[in-house]
């Protein structure tokens, strides 16, 4: 069964930078994309990012388009989220979850599962 463990978030001023990692055990990590989405306090999940299983292609949400980048570490079961230029709104809970196939990178939370508990992220203004 696959064990998701997100890490690295944190309480970040806004126009900082935050990397979150999420570890993945328990199945062929690499025959699978990744994706991270995002629950603010009283809002639906959402789309943040993701990324195919060998990384050749990305995906992001407008919302961090040019602030956010999406990378992996096949060989350490590993995919991260580095944020930068963070904003007040990106306060949220974050979570990484595995794609249905290696090249899922869209489609939203149907296409994505299943998750890690989260990380909490709080950007300060």
């Known amino acids: 069964q696959v064990q998701l463990a997100e890490s690295g978030g944190g309480l970040v001023q806004a126009g900082g930078s935050l990397k979150l990692s999420c570890a993945a055990s328990?199945?062929?990590?690499?025959?699978?994309?990744m994706g991270w989405f995002r629950q603010a306090p009283g809002k639906e999940h959402e789309f943040v990012a993701a990324?195919?299983?060998?990384?050749?292609?990305?995906y992001y949400a407008d919302s961090v388009k040019g602030r956010f980048t999406i990378s992996r570490d096949n060989a350490k079961n590993t995919v991260y989220l580095q944020m930068n230029s963070v904003k007040p709104e990106d306060t949220a809970v974050y979570y990484c979850?595995?794609?249905?196939?290696?090249?899922?990178?869209?489609?939203?939370?149907?296409?994505?599962?299943?998750w890690g508990q989260g990380t909490q992220v709080t950007v300060s203004s």
């Open positions: 979850a595995i794609g249905r196939t290696p090249n899922t990178v869209q489609g939203g939370r149907a296409n994505f599962g299943p």
């Open positions: 328990g199945r062929t990590f690499s025959s699978y994309s």
């Open positions: 990324i195919s299983w060998n990384g050749g292609g990305t």
